[in-house]
Nanobody, 117 residues
Framework: QVQLVESGGGLVQTGGSLSLSCEAS????????MGWYRQAPGKQRELVAT???????NVSDAVKGRYAMSRDNAESTVNLQVDNLKPEDTAVYYC???????????WGKGTLVTVSS
């Protein structure tokens, strides 16, 4: 089992930045991909950005060009920064980790980011 705990988020003004961190614990040796998804009110959960254990990033068009992502495999943390925030970035942001063998997805509880216009 893998447990994920997010930190960061909150209320941000349009044009500002968000910084999120996620720390994994438990069977961290099982993790391949780690990253972030988000779910806006009334919408499905969608990819923000993920990174596998060798640094390959998969990022959504919605944040491409205004994001930065880092991962520390030794400490099992993944960080996300998104700049130039827009009201449509308002969502609950979830940390995600994928088991390298089974493909099982683990999720954090989520952290709310609200971008005020």
């Amino acid at each position: 089992q893998v447990q994920l705990v997010e930190s960061g988020g909150g209320l941000v003004q349009t044009g500002g930045s968000l910084s999120l961190s996620c720390e994994a614990s438990g069977s961290i040796f099982r993790i391949d991909v780690m990253g972030w998804y988000r779910q806006a009110p009334g919408k499905q959960r969608e990819l923000v950005a993920t990174m596998n254990s060798v640094g390959v990033i998969n990022v959504s068009d919605a944040v491409k060009g205004r994001y930065a992502m880092s991962r520390d495999n030794a400490e099992s943390t993944v960080n996300l920064q998104v700049d130039n925030l827009k009201p449509e970035d308002t969502a609950v942001y979830y940390c995600n980790a994928v088991d390298r063998s089974s493909g099982v997805n683990y999720w954090g509880k989520g952290t709310l980011v609200t971008v005020s216009s």
